[in-house]
């Protein structure tokens, strides 16, 4: 198994939050379980463990490959194409 790439080719510095929490479910009236945001652009959107997957979403539209918890005290990132834990 190889090492994940995406991370080296991250823009330095990290990219500055685009919003405090998920947008698309503000305008939906949702409430995330948890944010992530995208360290390509600095999107924030909710985890999978919230009804809409926002997070997700970015990737896939975007191909942004890494997201970090955007949760307070957490640090960890995870690269979507990868699926795994940077």
Known sequence: ????????????????PH???CPECE??????????????????????SSPHRHATAHHQETGHPVMRSFE????????FVDGSIV
């Open 19 to 21: 919003a405090l929490t």
């Open 1 to 16: 198994m190889s090492e994940c790439t995406h991370v080296a080719e991250l823009p330095r510095p990290e990219p500055v």
């Open 72 to 79: 307070p005290g957490e640090t960890w990132r995870w690269c």
């Open 27 to 48: 305008v939906l009236g949702s409430h995330p379980v948890q944010l992530r945001m995208c360290l390509g652009c600095g999107y924030v959107a909710c985890c999978d």
